[in-house]
């Protein structure tokens, strides 16, 4: 009988490990930005170490059943769902622990509190920098005032080591200067608002600063760098419209801690008066009804205080008079002029965003710059069920997409040359060959320098290096900037060129490469072979390589 068991135990157990796997795959098939390697890689190893410090709700804190909360574990689970990595997630009580630990991420750190040389992925959220007081002070007058920090952290432009006193939470620091312990201090909206609502802070005041914005990232701490390229890729192509719910969600699980003096301060002449007639009738309605009340404050609290304090800008449409009216501080951050073109383009990318998309927009700002911004807007209807007026918000996100865009980039680019990488360029090319129109000529060029051996052995691989950049800015140099030129691999790269007018204008191209190229590189010519693949009829990708590589023989053959 106990054998029985123990080989359904056994059974089970190789059951759930299959079903595992079979998950596993099933989600990083799921994942196109992934490469096989980062697919393999995924696959053969286990749960990623993660952590933090305890105490900057709602980013990362341990709840009240002892469990890791916040936005930084619900981006693991995203980023989990997106490519099949697994996370192990915890908290420490010190900032100590986490680099005495042998975790390979730090979730939720700014900047400001990583040690030089710690590479951080792109951030998944971003806040405005708040100033927090005690009500006492003045707030323009804090020159020698006790400042109120977070160890781990680098100080504020103008704030004295000797004035500091450090916490090891930011739920310490503001606690502290609610008490007269501190002065004042600097946080993000998000953890101040959550603290101020879960703990009922009587003397703190909270004052939008125009500081730069606070951003959080995942900090690689001894992190493998294929683990590093995935992260970072989930993060670019996370749908936005998630994480913005996500983040509101997190921000507004608010487990308040209510004392008997803040039930006086709201309710006590009503507990008076109900404590000597029916306190025994009705003590129970009484409770959840203020739990009720209080919990429909705290949402309502936390939303307007977070749309005051975040770096967003708010804007509403009147569908029936087609006007649309925007912040004074998005006015002030368009500048002079630009106000009336913004306001149209706005307008028409309303008129054509279904109910609740979230989309993004490119705006002139003040002294020429542009923007980019995440737009997130919703319909507020009429009894007839007639949208009457969109509401919303839009997110600066012009750092976030320049990072975006030069990941991309990275991602399709060679390193040394600057051109397209094999797997882009059999992208590019596919796809071209698919959609062209009956009748247009096309053409594929393959080459390869002549001798590139002897380069490398007789004058060493930094010239060698330079010969392929020569080329390479002679590709640029010679074909159109609808041409797609890439690095095959080695010496070998490839051009193909699109709607090409004649036979004669490619040979032309192919006998001008030739000369540029041949143009010395401190005192060595290059001569280059060039395979020619014309392409007029339905072809794949395989067969116009293959016969280009052919004419690539033949002329290397003749030559």
């Keep these: ?34 490469t096989e390697e980062e697919r393999s890689y995924i696959a053969g ?3 990623v170490q993660a952590i933090n410090v305890d105490g900057a709700a709602p980013i990362q ?16 689970q995203v980023i989990s769902e997106m490519t099949g990595l697994t996370f192990a997630y915890s908290l420490t009580q010190t900032p100590d622990a986490v680099w005495e630990s042998e975790a390979e991420l730090i979730v939720g750190i700014p900047p400001s509190y990583a040690p030089p040389g710690l590479q951080l992925s792109p951030p998944f959220l971003t806040s405005e920098t708040i100033l927090f007081v005690n009500s006492a002070m003045d707030p ?40 007269g312990r501190a002065d004042y201090g600097y946080g993000n909206a998000y953890s101040l608002a959550y603290y101020q609502l879960q703990n009922g802070y009587r003397n703190v005041v909270a004052i939008p600063q125009g500081k730069e914005a606070r951003e959080y990232c995942i900090g690689y701490y001894n992190a493998d760098p294929l683990l590093i390229s995935i992260i970072d890729k989930a993060l670019i192509h996370a749908d936005p419209r998630r994480i913005e719910t996500m983040i509101l969600d997190m921000a507004t699980q608010i487990e308040r801690r209510i004392t008997p003096a803040m039930i006086v301060d709201s309710y006590g002449t009503q507990i008076g008066l109900v404590i000597g007639a029916v306190t025994c009738v009705l003590g129970s309605s009484t409770a959840v009804t203020l739990r009720l009340n209080k919990r429909l404050k705290e949402r309502n609290l936390i939303h307007d205080m977070l749309s005051h304090i975040s770096n967003e800008y708010l804007y509403e449409y009147d569908v ?25 383009m706005l307008k028409e990318r309303l008129a054509e965003a279904g109910e609740g998309e979230i989309f993004e927009v490119t705006l002139p700002l003040a002294g020429g710059e542009m923007g980019v911004f995440q737009v997130v807007h919703a319909e507020i209807g009429s009894s ?45 090319i596919t796809h071209r060959l698919k959609t062209r129109e009956a009748g247009s000529l096309d053409a594929l060029l393959l080459l390869d320098c002549d001798d590139f051996k002897g380069v490398n052995d007789n004058y060493g691989h930094l010239m060698g290096d330079r010969v392929l950049q020569h080329v390479a800015a002679s590709l640029t140099q010679v074909f159109r900037s609808t041409d797609f030129i890439g690095r095959m691999g080695g010496d070998e790269f490839a051009v193909y060129m699109q709607d090409v007018p004649s036979t004669e204008f490619v040979a032309k191209k192919c006998v001008q490469l030739k000369k540029t190229v041949e143009q010395p590189v401190e005192g060595i010519v290059i001569t280059v072979g060039v395979g020619v693949a014309l392409v007029e009829g339905e072809e794949d990708y395989d067969e116009v390589f293959s016969r280009a590589d052919r004419g690539l023989y033949r002329d290397k053959k003749e030559w």
């Design 140 to 179: 323009t007058d804090l020159a020698d005032k006790r400042y109120a920090a977070v160890e781990g952290g680098s100080l504020p432009e103008g704030v004295l080591p000797e004035n500091t006193i450090y916490f090891q939470t930011r739920e310490e620091s503001i606690t502290a200067v609610d008490q």
């Design 1 to 34: 009988m106990a054998r029985s068991s123990s080989f359904n135990n056994l059974v089970a157990r190789l059951a759930l490990a299959v079903a595992t796997v079979l998950l596993t795959a099933e989600l990083i098939q799921a994942a196109p930005f992934l």
């Design 384 to 428: 007839r069920a007639k949208t009457n007026s969109v509401v919303g918000k839009l997110v600066d996100i012009t750092r976030v997409a320049a990072e975006r865009e030069e990941l991309i980039a990275k991602a399709e680019t060679d390193g040394l040359t600057g051109l397209y990488n094999p797997i882009t360029m059999k992208k590019l």
């Design 61 to 76: 804190y341990i709840d009240s059943h002892g469990q890791p909360q916040g936005i930084s574990k619900q981006i693991l």
């Design 45 to 47: 190893r286990g749960p």
């Design 320 to 344: 029936k008079k087609e006007r649309l009216v925007l912040s004074d501080k998005f006015l002030a951050l368009l500048g002079d002029g630009n106000g009336a073109e913004v306001t149209w």
